[in-house]
């Protein structure tokens, strides 16, 4: 047992202690899977019910509890759009990634995505969406049928 690490927990230092574990934390955090993770599980688990719940408990009128509505919605496909668009197809690795990705539940995120942008007419995020998701569906139609 190493006594330095226990009472380097304890410690008032305001430098933060570097481990492996946060070296191997921060090369996740640039990796495409993190990307295409957090882009699809943030629209994927968008949920309307849990949010219609809460708005209809404040005390405002119809058009207030609307406005938030559409408010989360923005703030969760932008919030969503702002990890893909970290993306860089143009990077070996990005690429190499994107043509084995299988993730099914990323092409429905995708589509949600592109139906959103598109009805908020923001069609460079639709180009880029498109984009990426021509990649997926290119390695979906790789993989041998069942």
Do not use: W
């Not at 990796?31 to 629209?43: Q, S, T």
């Not at 043509?99 to 959103?116: G, H, Q, S, W």
């Amino acid at each position: 047992m190493n006594l330095d690490k226990i009472f380097s927990m304890f410690s008032d230092a305001t430098e933060a202690t570097k481990t492996k574990y946060t070296e191997n934390i921060e090369s996740f955090h640039n990796h495409p899977a993190f990307y295409l993770g957090i882009f699809h599980k943030l629209i994927n688990r968008e949920d309307d019910i849990t949010l219609q719940i809460i708005v209809q408990n404040l005390n405002v009128d119809e058009e207030t509890q609307e406005n938030i509505k559409e408010m989360s919605t923005f703030l969760t496909f932008t919030q969503a759009f702002s990890y893909l668009s970290a993306l860089n197809i143009h990077h070996p690795e990005h690429l190499e990634y994107l043509l084995t990705y299988t993730n099914p539940e990323f092409e429905k995120a995708a589509l949600r995505a592109l139906d959103y942008f598109e009805s908020t007419e923001e069609y460079e995020k639709c180009s880029f969406i498109k984009e990426v998701l021509d990649y997926t569906i290119f390695s979906l139609n790789k993989l041998p049928s069942k």
